[in-house]
């Protein structure tokens, strides 16, 4: 199974900073059709996951410009500019590219 | 708009089979695939299977011997049913299209 590995575990922040979560795959996260299916997401406490960027850099609808995903192959990043207090909560990282999908253990953004 | 409602027991005993309901709206079950993602309690997520807009299914390796997903169109549910349940199957059961998720359902293996 394609391991994501999510550093740092958690990361504290002061609002208005930038903060920075990287995600590092076993292996290629490039599907044979050519697309990486590289999501990102943020669970709020007591929220359901929401999606914030899908195949690796696309915002989905809504979501802020101050996130960004960037990345290929096997090393990706979300970067937060000017942290906002709605932003606090657990980053997970997904994999749908290779059967079993997974996602990574998780990043909290928490203030400092 | 798009909604998705996970229904069944909060507590189910171990050895015992968990049957879920996931109830949708807003959207054709035949041309979107909606998976089941759990997450024990303080903990993360896992992937656990999907059914696709064709009806065919996806699981988790590590639960593919006690995972069934199935589907009843007309009524717009995609079904869960996992048997052999242990405490440590004790998790929010979501299901989603990953765009959008259900509220979650709290699944409980217990004596």
């Known amino acids: 199974d394609v391991v994501l590995t999510q550093t740092p575990v958690a990361q504290p922040v002061t609002l208005g900073d930038q903060a920075s979560i990287s995600c590092r795959s076993s292996q290629s996260l490039v599907h044979s059709n050519g697309n990486t299916y590289l999501e990102w997401y943020l669970q709020k406490p007591g929220q359901s996951p929401q999606l914030l960027i899908y195949?690796?850099?696309n915002r989905f609808s809504g979501v802020p410009d101050r996130f960004i995903g960037s990345g290929s192959g096997s090393d990706f990043t979300l970067k937060i500019s000017r942290v906002e207090p709605e932003d606090l909560g657990v980053y997970y990282c997904?994999?749908?590219?290779?059967?079993?999908?997974?996602f990574g253990a998780g990043t909290k953004l928490e203030l400092k | 708009q798009v909604q998705l409602k996970e229904s069944g027991p909060g507590l189910v005993q171990p050895s015992q089979t968990l049957s879920l309901t996931c109830t949708v709206s807003g959207f054709s079950l035949t041309s979107n695939s909606v998976h089941w993602v759990r997450q024990p309690p303080g903990k993360g997520l896992e992937w656990m299977g999907g059914?696709?807009?064709?009806?065919?299914?996806d699981y988790n390796s590590a639960l593919k011997s006690r995972l069934s997903i199935s589907r009843d169109t007309s009524k717009s549910q995609v079904f869960l049913k996992m048997n052999s349940l242990q405490t440590d199957d004790t998790a929010i059961y979501f299901c989603?299209?990953?765009?959008?998720w259900g509220q979650g359902t709290l699944v409980t293996v217990s004596s």
């Open positions: 989603t299209l990953f765009a959008y």
């Open positions: 059914i696709w807009g064709d009806g065919s299914t």
């Open positions: 997904f994999q749908a590219t290779h059967d079993p999908y997974t």
């Open positions: 195949k690796v850099s």
